[in-house]
């Protein structure tokens, strides 16, 4: 991160613009907006500059820049046609040890100016850091219409209740829980409408509501959130999961879940690694299941995160039994699973008229741990088979399915963290792979696709991780 992104007050202080031609006079004019009195300091002044700062409360000093002109200031711009002299303020502010801005030279800041969206009191800032400002504006183009002027409303009704909310809610989780089924429920749309009063008539209503509901010592339901991840590209997760993600107090998660996905949880909610590897389960299935129980009791909004998809050996099934059973409210958001993901990331199409007309999905080993499968049916041609979680029983698995029947010669892929940047991708047959999984060694998670479409790889290809070994 090259800046930290903050919104600091500049309420009647003093700020040194260094220039007076018409890019001194936006960066004047976006000072004096936040409160700011203008110190100008150029040989020259346009008129709109110095309106700009006679507006302000400020003052204009026509002459060259002396570092004198930095006493009693709070942050300095340098907007001027002239490098040198931009470096000369740039470094004499730094001495100081003030904010400074030299407008198109970020080498030379200490802060920079982001595309701004102004919904007063609500501001969103863009930033590029310098590299692209017109990248900036473009994505501030995008956002302005998303964001309704009428959002600055509704944060000034909740700003007028928010010391009866924190009254109320003492519990950090329960007041966010509250104010987000009121920022994007009814009273929000009231409020979009224009309908300002019964908005406030609606907020005051619930909060009286929730009053009545604490006095008599119920504590309300939590909810539990079933997310699909998705194989590790946090491209691939659905809008609806990424808002249940963004809205979750705590959220259970797995080894599977990339952390690029992670990221994208809210900031502040607590973070829970439940497991899990092979033989190694940081906690048991039933402890999670009973984990969720808990948290939802608490009145927490619960995200399990799941790699891939919860319903496909995700033992999703097995958590909402238990949810149901305890009369915990539950959603669940599918995922893409891995062996979409992976297959189409390394392109192998899993189906394909002339190759493959049918698709397993199967458990590299079972609740038992062995690998006994329905052999004679998986060695039947013209099918895909993807294997989860087969990396360790690999030998096995290609061992019976050769003696029941399947060319030797049969292609097999090996994908490495399909999707994500360190993908890799192994390709062999039935009697070559398991020993090229002790040479390149190949770790988990590993997805295995066997099959004739695997054969089809090295043309339709199109995903190039820019980290990592790529295909062997």
């Known amino acids: 991160m090259e800046f930290l992104p903050l919104f600091a007050s500049i309420k009647e202080s003093a700020c040194l613009v260094v220039g007076g031609g018409a890019i001194a006079t936006r960066k004047a004019a976006l000072l004096a907006r936040a409160g700011g009195r203008i110190r100008m300091v150029a040989p ?38 002239n490098v040198q002299l931009n470096a000369i303020v740039s470094d004499a502010a730094k001495r100081q040890r003030l904010l400074v801005n030299v407008v198109d030279q970020p080498a030379l800041c200490t802060f920079v100016f982001p595309s701004i969206i102004d919904r007063d009191p609500v501001m969103v800032a863009i930033s590029s850091s310098g590299a692209s400002p017109v990248l900036a504006r473009l994505l501030r183009a995008r956002i302005e ?11 000034n009704l909740a700003g007028r209740y928010r010391k009866r909310v924190a009254e109320l809610f003492p519990d950090v989780n329960q007041r966010r829980g509250f104010w987000e089924s009121i920022l994007s429920g009814p009273v929000a749309e009231m409020v979009f409408a224009g309908k300002e009063r019964q908005a406030e008539s609606a907020l005051s209503q619930a909060l009286d509501a929730r009053q009545d509901a604490r006095q008599q010592g119920s504590t309300p339901m939590g909810e539990v959130y079933l997310v699909g991840a998705g194989p590790g590209d946090p491209e691939l997760l659905t809008f609806r999961a990424l808002r249940l993600m963004q809205q979750a107090d705590v959220v259970l998660y797995d080894r599977l879940v990339s952390p690029e996905v992670l ?13 899990k590897e092979r033989d190694n389960h ?36 097995e958590e909402i039994e238990t949810l149901a059973d305890q009369g915990v409210p539950f959603q669940v958001v599918p995922g893409i699973t891995a062996a979409s993901g992976c297959a189409s990331y390394a392109g192998i199409p899993l189906t394909h008229r002339d190759y493959s007309q ?4 199967i ?9 006994n499968l329905d052999w004679p049916k998986l060695a039947g041609d013209h099918q895909t088979l993807v294997f ?16 029941h029947g399947m060319s030797a010669d049969t292609p097999v892929a090996l994908v490495q963290q399909g999707t994500t940047r360190h993908q890799r991708v192994v390709i062999g047959t039935l009697a070559t792979i398991s020993a090229m999984v002790a ?18 790889h090295e043309r339709l290809q199109w995903f190039q991780p820019s980290l990592g070994d790529g295909a062997d």
């Open 363 to 371: 458990t590299g080993h079972l609740k038992d741990g062995t690998i």
């Open 282 to 317: 940081t906690l048991p299935q039933s402890g999670i299941n009973q984990l969720l129980v808990d948290l939802a009791r608490q009145g927490r909004r619960v995200c399990r995160l799941k790699g891939g998809d919860p319903f496909i050996f995700g033992r999703g099934g």
């Open 263 to 275: 990221d994208l949880v809210r900031r502040d909610a607590e973070r829970i690694h439940v497991g």
């Open 44 to 81: 020259e002044v346009c008129a709109s500059a110095r309106d700009v700062v006679e507006q302000s409360g400020g003052e204009i000093r026509l002459k060259e820049f002396e570092e004198g002109d930095l006493d009693g200031v709070a942050l300095v711009v340098a907007a001027t046609d």
């Open 358 to 361: 049918s698709v397993r999905f």
């Open 439 to 456: 040479e390149r060694q190949i770790k988990a998670p590993t997805l295995t696709i066997i099959g004739e479409v695997v054969n089809l």
């Open 388 to 403: 989860y979680m087969g990396l360790v029983g690999l030998p096995v698995i290609c061992e019976r399915l050769q003696a």
């Open 145 to 155: 219409t998303l964001v309704p002027a009428s959002y600055g409303r509704l944060a």
